[in-house]
């Protein structure tokens, strides 16, 4: 499994932990390079610091939980009927498209994705948010992560 594929499946659990902590429900751009993710949420206010320390410790929490990630296939409209517009982000699916991939983390994360992701929470390894950079003008938050292969040695999570 790529480091990319563990990278892609930390930025579900990471929304799952910012939707939890800070209510922003809407993402705007991910990104992931290697071991780096960035993802950016729509929010009107900069979060403290407590904040997000807190949604990394949940990210993390979620991670060692080892939770099961499920890739569901189904039609669009039976994944908006059971899921509703959590499905969605703010870059839409082209509406041509019939059957969606939604990837599941029960009672955390649900989102129409056609990328791979890993079997469970667990083998991501874990994360560390690196920058956090608040956009007041545009309503954004851009939260920039590593992924670690297991827990470092003497590190706390």
Not at 37 to 54: F, H, N, S
Not at 75 to 99: C, H, M, N, Q, T
Not at 101 to 120: G, Q
Request: charged content about 35%.
């Amino acid at each position: 499994m790529s480091i990319e594929v563990k990278t892609h499946t930390a930025l579900h659990v990471l929304k799952g932990a910012v939707q939890r902590v800070l209510g922003a429900k809407w993402t705007a751009g991910v990104h992931v390079e290697d071991s780096h993710g960035r993802l950016t949420v729509k929010i009107d206010r900069r979060p403290t610091d407590d904040e997000i320390a807190l949604v990394e410790e949940e990210t993390n929490r979620k991670i060692r939980e080892d939770a099961p990630v499920e890739e569901l296939e189904m039609d669009k409209a039976e994944a908006e009927e059971r899921f509703g517009d959590a499905i969605y982000d703010l870059f839409p699916v082209p509406s041509s498209v019939k059957k969606l991939k939604i990837l599941y983390i029960k009672d955390w994360n649900v989102n129409a994705c056609k990328e791979r992701h890993t079997r469970s929470t667990g083998e991501i390894g874990g994360i560390r948010l690196i920058k956090v950079r608040f956009r007041p003008s545009k309503g954004l938050l851009e939260i920039s992560f590593d992924v670690y292969p297991h827990k470092p040695s003497g590190i706390e999570l």
